[in-house]
């Protein structure tokens, strides 16, 4: 695939210190297309097969993430290297072994390169809760955690945080919580994926990614404990490559 000139800029001196997964409902050919015709780019995209193409030199800011937060970090641009998988469902059906096996390679690379925390490994939605949905319900992120990438959670982990607080306990891993409801369905699309419906029509999913009400229940409230106290020891014990 030739590859045209993407959209960049310089990172002004920021030091690259997350991983940013997302997904594009293309080829990469396609892909590429859309992204010079939107004024987009990314670092690297995965094709369903497992190709890796490099489109953005890691040095350069991507313009991936748009507007971004993470545990009080706005514009992850500028930190950040992006990462696009091409998923016709938008991340709604499941990825091919391939397609996540070249993905986990690319990641320890890139991780290990430019020693990131582990618990910087994240999805376009946890960063941008309000306006995207990807890599979407079906991506494993178990998987990659348990392959050292991302965090996961032991369930038996939630006694040992006391709040029940949902707005707290989900701006202790990270999440902007000025739209609540938003940030909880994306921490459900990352560590409750059994929550979020299937939509069929893609445009929908883009259109309205937070739409639907997802129930708090006790069970809910263990799991965001769960999850909560992992980044909560991780920000003590940064992870060291």
């Known amino acids: 695939m030739k590859i045209p000139e993407l959209p960049f800029s310089e990172r002004d001196n920021n030091k690259i210190s997350f991983l940013i997964v997302h997904c594009c409902a293309f080829s990469p050919q396609k892909a ?56 016709p469902s938008l991340g709604q059906n499941k990825y091919s072994q391939s397609q996540i096996c070249a993905l986990i390679s690319l990641l320890k690379k890139l991780q290990k390169k430019y020693h990131i925390p582990t618990q910087n490994i994240l999805g376009h939605s946890d960063i941008a809760p309000d306006r995207k949905p990807d890599p979407g319900k079906a991506f494993p992120w178990k998987k990659l955690a348990e392959n050292g990438l991302g965090l996961w959670y032991e369930i038996k982990d939630a006694n040992k945080i006391k709040s029940d607080n949902y707005d707290k306990l989900l701006r202790m891993i990270g999440y902007d919580t000025s739209n609540l409801d938003a940030a909880v369905c994306a921490f459900c699309r990352h560590y409750y994926p059994s929550r979020i419906k299937k939509i069929a029509d893609i445009y929908a999913l883009l259109d309205t990614p937070y739409a639907q009400q997802i129930e708090m229940d006790k069970k809910f409230l263990r799991r965001i404990k769960a999850v909560a106290y992992a980044y909560d020891k991780a920000s003590k014990k940064p992870c060291k490559i």
């Not at 991936?64 to 990462?83: C, D, T, V």
């Open 32 to 87: 590429v297309q859309s992204f010079k015709q939107c004024d987009v780019s990314a670092h690297y995209i995965v094709s369903g097969k497992g190709k890796i193409y490099h489109l953005v030199d890691d040095k350069k800011c991507a313009w991936h993430a748009g507007k971004s937060f993470w545990n009080g970090i706005e514009s992850l641009n500028k930190r950040s290297i992006g990462i696009e998988l091409s998923s």
